[in-house]
């Protein structure tokens, strides 16, 4: 009884939350990597009629959980912005400085990342994989060939390289968040603005890439980092470096 009722104290809640939260994005994250290092070059090597078939087979249902576990991942992560760590206090959404805090920039910069990325899930990767996915099982019943399956394809693996890129950083800020940019204060409000700015200008250059505003979907140099699955993760990596350096040079 004891146990029952402080699981379900703000203590518990939290805990819980957090918890739900980290092992849905531990499902979403590494299937994530498993996408973009394990099933894209594999696929690349299969002819026409067995990527196809592992298309309708194990692509689709990687998917379910894919895009399943970033919806999850999301929700609890918004549930555990409401839900104080402490008994008596108030959750990071409603507490009135914390997003002035180191901790709390680091949050919000991971935050930033980490829902660019479930929206490119649904609105990107999802909506055109199911293009994909049905182009595969058409053509298994006998059917011609979608047209427009490629470039879909395309514009899908794109975001998924982007969510690889992305993902880095966003894990690097969450959690720093409670382990690494916990102490300190930041001067003026200037500091943030400055840092905010730059952040802002990273994440839309980068986003707008993936999505063919900037370069288009075909292979460029303005768009090599999504070629190969390595360059993503060296840029990923670097742009570890770079975000690092601002924080450091600004704060």
């Known amino acids: ?30 299937l994530l990597y498993y996408f973009n290092f394990v099933q894209v070059p594999a696929f690349a090597e299969l002819d026409a009629g067995a990527r196809n078939q592992a298309v309708d087979k194990l692509a689709s249902r990687a998917l379910w959980w894919f895009r399943w576990a970033a919806l999850a991942t999301f929700l609890f992560g918004i549930m555990l912005g409401f839900i104080p760590e402490v008994s008596g206090g108030k959750g990071m959404f409603v507490e009135e400085n914390y997003f002035k805090s180191p901790q709390g920039v680091a949050i919000a910069t991971g935050m930033l990342l980490g829902i660019t990325m479930f929206l490119n899930v649904w609105g990107v990767i999802w909506r055109n994989q199911k293009v994909v996915i049905a182009n595969a099982r058409n053509v298994l019943a006998g059917g011609e060939a979608d047209p427009n399956a490629a470039a879909a394809g395309r514009k899908a693996l794109l975001a998924s390289r982007q969510n690889t890129i992305f993902s880095f950083a966003m894990l690097f800020f969450m959690i720093g968040a409670a382990h690494f940019f916990t102490l300190g204060t930041f001067d003026t409000a200037d500091n943030r603005a400055i840092y905010w700015a730059i952040t802002g200008i990273i994440w839309l250059v980068l986003e707008l890439s993936c999505l063919g505003v900037i370069g288009g979907t075909g292979q460029n140099i303005t768009n090599w980092m999504y070629e190969d699955h390595k360059r993503a993760i060296g840029v990923g990596l670097v742009m570890v470096v770079v975000w690092y350096v601002v924080w450091e040079l600004v704060f």
């Open 1 to 30: 009884m004891r146990l029952a009722i402080e699981i379900f104290d703000n203590d518990g809640l939290n805990f819980l939350a957090r918890w739900a939260h980290v092992l849905a994005g531990i499902a979403w994250i590494g």
